[in-house]
């Protein structure tokens, strides 16, 4: 059995950033859509991790920023989708049109 290197890591976020990628671009379901920005925020910390290996401790660092980062959206994406479906009882990203002109 091989020795999993930095490749591997790096298929691995190239999927999960392909399947967060389709999903953004795919779904109108607004929860759908922020589980997907998660996927790619979770690619991107696949990548800090695995080059922080070749190169020193920075890329968990900026991880851990990104984890918080990932945080701070889920909960006030999650605040603002609960106001939404209070007013118009729907989170299809098609009818969210309060801001257009």
Request: proline letters at 0%; hydrophobic letters at 60%; glycine letters at 8%.
């Amino acid at each position: 059995m091989g020795e999993i290197g930095t490749l591997h890591y790096l298929i691995v976020a190239a999927i999960l950033f392909a399947i967060g990628t389709i999903g953004v671009l795919t779904r109108r379901n607004v929860v759908i859509v922020l589980m997907s920005i998660e996927l790619i925020l979770n690619a991107v910390n696949l990548n800090l991790v695995a080059f922080s290996r070749m190169h020193g401790l920075e890329g968990q660092v900026f991880s851990i920023f990104v984890v918080a980062d990932a945080a701070a959206e889920a909960a006030v994406g999650l605040g603002i989708l609960i106001a939404f479906f209070r007013n118009k009882e729907t989170i299809n990203a098609d009818e969210i049109d309060l801001l257009k002109w």
